[in-house]
């Protein structure tokens, strides 16, 4: 029964096929106008049953607002007599999916240090994931080449589902669940070179899980999950093991830097350097992807001959070619990619040199442009700052154009991290006498406040 409305939901209505859909999405806007209609309940009513405002649930219903925080998902499961599996989570209760292992940042920093200088462990340290995993009996299941197979197609499909909508609630818990599952696997029987390709290709999940869980905003799980992506790469035997310690590191640079750290930033790349240097050899477009946040940092830090020269040699580094083919975690590392990245770094160093914002617009068009529906989520990223760029440019009409993209794509695909990049988009708009720069800016702010 609902909270405060003596009112039951019948269990009957969840079994309709356009709620089943809704569910599977996430889509409560659609679940508040059915329950509130067969209910008979206004939406003051129905926000008293979930513990939502009667605005909020508004904003719900008119696609405003997507509820992303999963314990606001259980509660409305728990309010509404939700089937869980319906909603994507494990188990029979919506609440019993357990959380991951949680590290701060400064355990982090040194943490990873240690991981990557240390000769690598068969036993490796005791990661936070491993504290929630149902663990598998050594000799009761034995795996082969199609398991190692069937763990690169999973996390495949994860990470396409990334590029394309970000780490929506369902996304981050069926990869918790598969993430936990997986792990209870490792110490089946298996031959040496199964066992150097399933560990990889299960660092390579939960790397994937990382990003989701950061791209959410759950920092301290996002950090728990690179060490263990970290602790498993280097276990595995597979020689494609020091590419992808080096693109978790790039990831955790990333993290970085969206908290406004470059320094811990510069750390985790510099140590992706010493890992490229001294371990099993790296692929061209990894080195090539290093070198652009390389550049980044460099930007970010104030570092502008730095940047330049790092984003240089990343452009050469793919013509000289060599190394290992490319690995399906640098698959993203497209044309357009490179260009967003240079873009990105263009515009932060047109703070302080505003010759730099030409230049970084067109770049950052060309990187917009190149993202289709498969990169929903990573051209959100691009757009901001492309009117950040656009502004120091002078195209002021072109910079609300482009504005507006980036509120439309941020009003359906759940990102944290697109937040600090409108923020700078406000800061930047600071010109007057612009009616459309000013009506762009307060609809940004009304989906802050709602979004």
């Given at each position: 029964?609902?909270?405060?409305?003596?009112?039951?939901?019948?269990?009957?209505?969840?079994?309709?096929?356009?709620?089943?859909?809704?569910?599977?999405?996430?889509?409560f806007g659609t679940v508040f106008r059915v329950v509130r209609e067969e209910a008979s309940l206004t939406q003051e009513q129905l926000g008293l049953m979930v513990g939502l405002s009667q605005a909020r649930v508004s904003a719900v219903e008119r696609g405003h607002h997507r509820i992303r925080d999963v314990a606001v998902v259980v509660r409305i499961a728990e309010a509404l007599g939700i089937p869980a599996p319906l909603l994507g989570f494990p188990g029979a209760a919506a609440g019993a999916a357990a959380p991951f292992g949680r590290l701060s940042r400064r355990d982090l920093v040194n943490a990873s240090i240690g991981l990557v200088l240390a000769a690598p462990s068969a036993a490796g340290p005791v990661e936070p994931l491993e504290r929630f995993a149902t663990r598998a009996r050594r000799g009761e299941a034995r795996l082969g080449s199609a398991d190692v197979a069937a763990v690169e197609s999973i996390t495949a499909e994860w990470r396409g589902r990334d590029f394309r909508s970000g780490g929506t609630v369902v996304h981050r818990l069926a990869m918790r669940a598969q993430v936990e599952t997986l792990h209870g696997l490792l110490g089946a029987r298996c031959s040496p070179e199964v066992r150097a390709g399933f560990e990889l290709a299960f660092a390579d999940l939960v790397m994937v899980a990382a990003w989701a869980e950061y791209d959410a905003g759950e920092y301290d799980s996002a950090r728990g999950l690179w060490m263990s992506t970290l602790s498993h790469a280097r276990r595995s035997a597979h020689p494609a093991r020091t590419d992808l310690v080096v693109r978790a590191l790039i990831q955790m640079s990333h993290h970085a830097l969206h908290l406004g750290r470059p320094g811990d930033a510069l750390r985790f790349l510099s140590l992706a350097q010493t890992a490229a240097a001294t371990g099993r050899p790296v692929s061209a477009l990894t080195e090539s992807y290093l070198a652009s946040n390389l550049g980044w940092c460099h930007a970010a830090m104030g570092n502008g001959k730095s940047a330049l020269r790092a984003l240089d040699e990343g452009d050469s580094l793919l013509d000289t070619g060599g190394g290992l083919p490319a690995p399906p975690w640098s698959h993203h590392v497209t044309g357009s990619e490179r260009a967003g990245m240079r873009g990105l770094a263009l515009t932060v160093l047109s703070r302080e040199d505003p010759r730099h914002a030409a230049p970084a617009a067109r770049l950052l068009a060309r990187a917009a442009a190149g993202f289709g529906p498969e990169y929903d989520r990573t051209r959100l990223m691009v757009l901001p700052v492309l009117a950040i760029a656009l502004l120091r440019s002078g195209e002021v009409d072109s910079a609300v154009a482009t504005g507006r993209?980036?509120?439309?794509?941020?009003?359906?695909?759940?990102s944290v991290r697109v937040r600090p990049r409108l923020r700078a988009l406000l800061a930047s708009a600071d010109q007057t006498g612009n009616s459309d720069l000013a009506h762009l800016k307060d609809d940004i702010r009304a989906w802050w406040t709602t979004g």
């Open positions: 029964m609902g909270r405060g409305t003596g009112r039951d939901v019948d269990a009957r209505l969840f079994d309709r096929r356009d709620v089943r859909e809704a569910l599977s999405d996430h889509d993209q980036a509120l439309d794509v941020a009003r359906r695909i759940p």
